[in-house]
């Protein structure tokens, strides 16, 4: 039986207040089963609803990219979830991690989109759309009790994605071998986690192309100067109080935040 508009609209209120208070809430599939079609409809309905509350849409990010992560959750595909303007913390800034139930930080790559593209499309025409590639940090955390969730619940949950850092320095994609950077998490200086991006979808236009190419399906594409979270290159690691975080790339600088 499919959900009805009310339902939707019922479990974003709920997904999105418990964002806003920090409180979690039961995973919604133990009320109602519903499709991965429906866990999309119920995102778009709680990023519609922080767009009415004036922040904007200001890009997208592709989750569960790695194959560690989708051998985890039990997939064989990578899932996609929405970027608000409220979601961007400054390079350096301060992240107040009361407001979290379950904080943990990925070192990722962004993209910035020079021009609109709707699939379908291949990693190498998606190049040709894309400004430039930065590094970046995405911040996740759960909205549900006992960080206990199904596939479909976490994409309604938008994908787990929380905030995030984009670093200063934005690089031609063609500058840099993109497909093998080394990548070091930093916490308060020390290794915490060492990767590679092959690790993101084996390629980080790889995920570019399949984020375009899932869109497609639902009659929508990226926009020119939208952000794209390519996905983690590494599990990620769980924040605390009093920390600095800092991703490295190779050959694309830096990107960092300090906790509280
Ligand atoms: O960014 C991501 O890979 C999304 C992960 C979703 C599941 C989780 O919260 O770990
Ligand atoms: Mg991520």
Not at 36 to 60: H, S
Not at 133 to 161: G, H, M, P, Q
Request: charged share 20%; hydrophobic share 45%; aromatic share 4%.
């Amino acid at each position: 039986m499919s959900l009805s508009t009310e339902q939707k609209n019922s479990f974003a209120s709920q997904l999105h207040a418990a964002a806003r208070s920090g409180h979690q809430v039961p995973m919604l599939t133990a009320e109602t089963s519903f499709s991965m079609v429906e866990a999309y409809d119920i995102q778009e309905a709680l990023i519609q609803k922080r767009i009415d509350e004036g922040a904007p849409l200001v890009g997208m990010k592709m989750g569960l990219t790695s194959l560690a992560k989708m051998e985890q959750m039990g997939v064989d595909s990578p899932i996609y979830g929405h970027l608000t303007s409220d979601m961007l913390l400054d390079d350096g800034g301060t992240l107040d991690l009361s407001v979290y139930g379950h904080p943990r930080v990925e070192p990722e790559v962004a993209f910035i989109m020079a021009e609109d593209i709707k699939g379908p499309t291949t990693s190498a025409q998606v190049a040709l759309a894309v400004k430039g590639v930065c590094a970046a940090l995405e911040v996740i955390d759960s909205r549900y009790e006992n960080f206990k969730f199904t596939l479909n619940d976490v994409v309604a949950d938008n994908a787990s994605s929380t905030r995030f850092v984009l670093g200063t320095e934005l690089h031609p994609v063609d500058s840099v071998p993109l497909g093998n950077l080394g990548m070091v998490l930093e916490v308060d200086g020390e290794p915490a986690q060492i990767g590679s991006s092959a690790a993101i979808f084996e390629h980080p236009l790889k995920s570019l192309a399949a984020l375009v190419n899932m869109l497609a399906t639902r009659d929508r594409g990226l926009k020119a100067g939208q952000i794209v979270l390519a996905g983690g290159a590494t599990a990620a690691v769980a924040l605390s109080d009093n920390q600095r975080v800092r991703v490295r790339v190779q050959g694309l600088g830096d990107a960092s935040f300090f906790t509280k």
